[in-house]
């Protein structure tokens, strides 16, 4: 089977400096064992860095355990898949996955470090948001809008904004977040949607059930 990552070893001692410690798992996209790695140290040796401690934050369970075959559950940004796909979990599951985004004890450490609690809070959203955007939306396969193996950019746009407009359906009818929380996560969905479809949210709306639309309209200033 295709490995998601191959574990490699960094020949090079780690440095004791947080900020690089944070840098250098920037470079390492290819080995999460190392990325994880450089970051508890970022953590152990300046508790109170939130850099390090947001960059574990979003490593999610990337770098825990062995080496294995290619699982992208341990994406943190994959929490939002019960949103877009709710069929393919069972209520638990979805239930778990919507509160670990709001409540994973890193997260909630990190908010008590921030000064603006509510705009770290929306600037993770956003962050997470993106991430899945880009990693299962755009760069997915089942979006592409292929026929017979060809896709063009009307026929991807169009399949892209039914990901995305599925996505924000899921957010809005979601019973395990709060009315604050759903709001924060369609408004940072919505944020996301807009930079990967170029500010064309035309075929997202028209995806859309009309109250959802409507309510979706408008978000479009809250990052503005």
Known sequence: MT????????????????????????KLVGDPWKRRECLEKAVAVAPDSLKARYALLMLGDLGVGGKRDADFSRIKSYLLTPFEKPERFDASERRRMAREIFDHPLLLECLDMAGDREKFLRAYLLDLSCEYADLFVVSSAEHSGAVLGFSTASSRLKAMSAA?????????????????????????????????????????????????????????????
């Open 164 to 224: 995305f407009a599925s996505l924000m359906e899921g957010v809005r009818s979601c019973p395990y977040l709060s009315a604050e929380e759903r709001d924060m996560l369609l408004s940072a969905v919505n944020e996301a949607a807009k930079r990967f479809t170029r500010g064309d949210m035309s075929l997202v709306y028209a995806a859309l059930e009309d109250e959802a639309a409507k309510d979706v309209r408008k978000r479009n200033d809250i990052f503005g």
């Open 3 to 26: 490995r998601l990552f191959a574990k490699k070893n960094l020949k090079t001692s780690l440095p004791d400096d947080p900020d690089a410690l944070v840098a250098l798992s920037d």
